[in-house]
């Protein structure tokens, strides 16, 4: 993979991380405060998950 992989990749990590904030700020906002409500437990456990589905993207890509 070279260079410009990694940037398109990086680049579309951004624009959908900055979807929701950018087209519903209200709800975006709601989601962050459930998240600080959240233990570490649940936190680390949607983390695995979106790992998880990250993985089996790539590996389907």
Known sequence: ??????LAALGL????EG???FIAPG?????LNQLIRMADGQLR?????????????????
Request: avoid cysteine; charge should be neutral.
């Open 19 to 21: 979807l929701l904030p």
């Open 1 to 6: 993979m070279d260079g410009s992989t990694w």
């Open 13 to 16: 990590a951004l624009i959908i």
């Open 45 to 61: 456990f949607f983390g695995l998950l979106a790992l998880g589905a990250g993985v089996l993207l790539l590996w389907l890509a």
């Open 27 to 31: 709800a975006w906002r709601q989601a």
